[in-house]
């Protein structure tokens, strides 16, 4: 008879070190220098000086092209020694990915001619002279950098300074963490840390915006990104903004990964956001004000929810009062907004601001926007009631929660296709959506457990063996309503499903030899190009696609969050619940505010739910299981006030086997031990 494995919830972070951090991309200095010479024209000599450093002699009209091994960003600084007056002596180009490695930079504008950016020429004084890049020309995301000598050069000591996440000190200590030994889910390891360190890269500096009217020829970011930073911004290269929907994905990443670092970049492009809403409409912008978008006022019916959903986020993720009640006002005009636009009929939000992600069609009673409502609507009623006493917050969270009843009651009755098993677009149209039927499954629109599991398995019609094509942008491959499916496919409990999920997209996204090899791109056409929205506003301009894009990196929190377990669901909630999906073996982690939690997992389904609540005590529950029927169901209150050195063992039998389960919660993770596990037993 085989014996259930190994269960162990600790909830602190391990400090022995760490099986994990080959994984971690992040560079270990401020001060990166190239790794390899990626191409070169002859007749360029490269030798080593009495220093140790490498010294590129290039004559007039040769290039060299170097390879710094990942994605990194900043100012580029080096030595060189000229003997020409003739001016400029050197250029320098930059690129993401290596089919741009060329004498001129990959793009930060679209223009179908991929040359927007050329490349930046540098007038040195004659003789032996250091140079740095100006601080507008700054390059948020690069791997190669080529210099092209427009006179005979010698250069040496070519170093990035690292331009993201200045306030980190150690760029490769993360206080999150995941790791699986198992050797055929390797896939899972990397890609929770390429979305870490994607979105590391788009920890910005304040004023590294986009400066508009954007520069033609050649780039300047100089601009102000919101009202106090670092800020979460939307990608390294382009377009180094604000955009409500990508922090609905980028903002768990940064918690998960990058702890406080990362919850200081989320909370400025969210106080960026309120600065911004209309003080009448209680409207959230539709992207930051480094943007042309924001310039023209474009507004967007799908953002301001995402706005919304990204701030209920915030707040259970840091359990901050003061920081709710000082914006709680702000929420209120927001979903005010959101109750305002729902029509008496139906109860549906109309939509009329159809800008998003870049989608095609919409309009109507959009399913994507009327997931999105019925999610911010839940979420901060759930939260309100939490966390308030106050009459008139508990009124309107009574009034939001009737409302996304009703909202859900309706979106069922005229959007579901029986026969497709999915979500239409809206009332007016056959297309049915991978982004609302993400959503829609994510967010529990679904009426039945059987309606969530065939809502999962139609999902999969839109699946190549490179990722979903989404049919509302056809051609493209969009990792960030992926990344919804993602997270959807583990909401309606089927793992294995997502699992699949991430092997082929984010395998692709990490091991094209288009790709950076570090960090997850903003998306792909459906050959697996990088014309990402070729139709769609880009230009087919290839050259313009960001490889680093934090809205891609939704791994992290579905493997960190759903595969092993541990999620904060709520104002001071918990729930533990892993879903392996075939996965024998997980650790996993996260420091909050709140404290430092992690889980190391050796039960495939363990069947187990675990909620930890907000009261004066640790609130403990065991619930029955879909997977395990048999699960007796317990109870128990742990005092928190501590140190907590005292422990509950709990027993529960299931199926065919006996098993002992011991919990330890420590208030200060410094005086916690990682292991406390006992030996399971057959019955």
Not at 215 to 221: D, E, I, R, T
Not at 287 to 308: E, K, M
Not at 437 to 450: D, K
């Amino acid at each position: 008879m085989k014996c259930a494995g190994f269960f162990l919830l600790s909830l602190v972070a391990a400090t022995a070190p760490n099986p994990w951090d080959n994984f971690i991309y992040s560079p270990a200095s401020r001060h990166v220098k190239p790794t390899i010479v990626h191409t070169k024209s002859e007749p360029i000599t490269i030798s080593k000086n009495n220093d140790g450093e490498i010294v590129y002699d290039i004559p007039a009209g040769s290039q060299v092209s170097l390879d710094f091994g990942i994605e990194v960003g900043g100012w580029i600084s080096l030595h060189a020694n000229t003997t020409s007056s003739n001016t400029p002596q050197l250029s320098l180009a930059f690129a993401e990915s290596p089919s741009f490695v060329r004498a001129i930079s990959d793009d930060t504008g679209s223009v179908a001619t991929q040359d927007y950016d050329k490349a930046l020429n540098l007038t040195l004084a004659e003789g032996s002279t250091w140079y740095r890049v100006p601080e507008e020309r700054f390059r948020g995301g690069f791997r190669f950098l080529t210099i092209r000598a427009l006179s005979e050069v010698t250069v040496t000591n070519i170093t990035c300074e690292i331009g993201f996440a200045t306030k980190t000190k150690d760029l490769r200590k993360y206080p999150g963490y995941f790791y699986t030994p198992d050797a055929d889910q390797q896939i899972l390891n990397r890609a929770w840390y390429a979305g870490a360190y994607t979105v590391q890269t788009n920890i910005a500096p304040q004023n590294t915006g986009r400066y508009l009217p954007q520069v033609k020829n050649g780039w300047a970011y100089n601009s102000s990104i919101g009202i106090a930073g670092p800020l979460l911004v939307d990608g390294a290269k382009r377009d180094r903004a604000v955009w409500p929907g990508d922090l609905g994905i980028q903002g768990a990443t940064a918690f998960l990964s990058l702890g406080h670092d990362g919850l200081v970049a989320y909370k400025n492009a969210l106080e960026t956001l309120f600065y911004y809403q209309n003080a009448t409409t209680g409207r959230f912008p539709f992207a930051g004000p480094a943007t042309g978008s924001f310039r023209n006022g474009a507004q967007s019916d799908t953002y301001h929810a995402w706005s919304l959903i990204a701030m209920h986020n915030y707040a259970i993720f840091t359990g901050d009062s003061a920081w709710l009640d000082l914006h709680w006002a702000n929420i209120t005009r927001g979903i005010e907004f959101i109750t305002n636009a729902l029509d008496t009929s139906y109860g549906l939000h109309k939509q009329t601001a159809p800008n998003d992600w870049a989608r095609q069609g919409g309009g109507g009673y959009n399913s994507a926007l009327n997931a999105l409502d019925y999610q911010a609507l839940s979420s901060l009623s759930t939260l309100a009631q939490s966390w308030s006493r106050d009459p008139t917050t508990l009124d309107n969270a009574a009034k939001w929660a009737t409302a996304a009843a009703k909202l859900k009651r309706s979106y069922n009755a005229l959007l579901w296709d029986t026969q497709t098993s999915l979500f239409h677009d809206n009332e007016t149209t056959t297309l049915t959506p991978q982004d609302g039927n993400a959503l829609a499954l994510l967010y529990n629109l679904t009426t039945t457990p059987s309606h969530a599991t065939a809502l999962s398995a139609a999902l999969t019609k839109f699946w190549t063996p490179i990722g979903p094509i989404t049919p509302e942008l056809p051609d493209t491959i969009s990792p960030f309503i992926s990344s919804i499916e993602l997270l959807a496919h583990f909401a309606a409990n089927e793992p294995a499903r997502a699992l699949n999920l991430t092997h082929s997209l984010w395998t692709y996204l990490l091991d094209s030899p288009l790709m950076t090899g570090s960090t997850l791109a903003e998306g792909i056409s459906a050959n697996g190009s990088l014309y990402y929205r070729g139709n769609a506003g880009y230009k087919h301009d290839a050259a313009y696609t960001s490889l680093s894009h934090g809205w891609s990196t939704g791994p992290t929190q579905a493997l960190s969050f759903r595969l092993a377990g541990l999620e904060i669901v709520g104002w001071k909630r918990w729930v533990f619940r892993p879903q392996s999906g075939g996965v024998k073996s997980v650790r996993s982690g996260f420091e909050s505010p709140l404290g430092a939690f992690g889980q190391s997992i050796g039960v495939p389904e363990s069947g187990l739910s675990w909620f930890v609540g907000p009261a004066d005590g640790f609130l403990v529950r065991m619930l029955r299981s879909r997977q395990s029927p048999s699960l007796k169901s317990q109870q128990r209150s742990l005092n928190r006030r501590g140190p907590v050195r005292n422990h509950k063992n709990h027993t529960m039998s299931f199926h065919k086997y006996l098993l002992h389960v011991q919990l330890v919660v420590y208030r200060n993770a410094l005086d916690a031990p990682w292991f406390w596990f006992t030996q399971p037993q057959c019955k």
